[in-house]
C-alpha cells in the first residue's frame, strides 16, 4: 500500500488520471477557498471490485510469499506496478462511479454551493493507512501530503462526500495536527433542498457505520429520501442506528473471504425489507453490490434522487 501510494499517489495499483474524469465539462474551477473532496474514493471503487478476486487467488499461493518479500525489502512499488499492469477497473463500473460524481456536484451547485476542485492535485486523505492501523504511516502522509497540497492552494472549506474521509478530517487528524480549514459534508448542504425521486419503490437502507454511529449523519440521509418522497422500510434490528451491521468493506484487503461472509449476511436481511439496498459510501456500494448476487439491487442515494 506504502508502495503504490509513493508511486502513483492512492492505496491501490490504480491510474490516477482517473480520479479526476468525473468533472470534465463541468465547469468547475481549479483551487479555491472551497474545494469538494472526492479523496479519489469513489473512483477507486471500481478497481476495488477487481483486485478483491485477485487478492483472494494471491493469498495462500507461493505468489503471497513473493509479495511479502518484495514488500519488507521495499519493493513494493514494484508489486503495485505489476498488480496495475495486470488488474483493470471495469469500464461500466467506472462511467458508473464518475455519474454518482457528477450528481453529487451538480446537486451542490443547484443548491447555489460555489467550489472548486483540485484535479490531478488532489491528494487521498490516507482514510485506508489509519483504519488498517499503520498510523505512523498515516500521520507522515497526512501531513507531506495532504496538509501540504491543500495550503498550496490555499484551502479554507472541504466538502467532503464519503464517510472515511469526513471521518479521517473531523474525528482523526484534529487528534495530531491543527487544522486550518473548514469541513462539512455534503449530506449536510443538500438535506434542506427540494429533490426529486428516480425510484418507484420502496428502499432500504444499509447505513454507513461511520456516518450512523460516530458522524451523526444517520438522520441526514434519511431526510433526503423523505424530501424526494421515497419512502425507506425500517427494522429496528436491521436498520437501527446501533443495530446495523457492516458491510465488510473494511476488511476486504486484509481477508476477502470474511468480508464476502458479512456482505452476504448483511444482504439477506437487508432484502428483508427490500429488494432495493441505498447506500451512503462507495465501499459499501462495491462491497454490498459485487456480494449481492440477484438477491437484491444496490444503488448510492445520489443514484434514486435529482435535483430539479
Known sequence: MRGSLNSNGLPIPMDKAYCSEWAKDLNIPKGG????????????????????PWIEKLQGSSLSTLAGTLSRAGLGGVLSKFAGLVVKPNKADIDRANSILRNIAKTLQRAGINFGFLYEDEPYSGALLHEIGVEDIFLEYFENTVLKTFRKYGVRRVITIDPHTHNVLTSVAPNYFKLDFEVVNYLDLIKGIKVKPRINSDVVIHDSCLYARYLNKYDAYRSILDNAGIKHLEDPMITGRETSTCCGGPLESLSPELSKKIAKERIKNLAKLSKTVVTVCPICLANLGRNAEGAAQVLDINEIIETG
Not at 477557498?33 to 478483491?52: F, G, H, K, R
Open 33 to 52: 477557498n472551497t474545494i469538494i473532496y472526492t479523496s479519489c474514493l469513489y473512483q477507486m471503487a471500481p478497481m476495488i471490485n477487481e483486485l478483491v
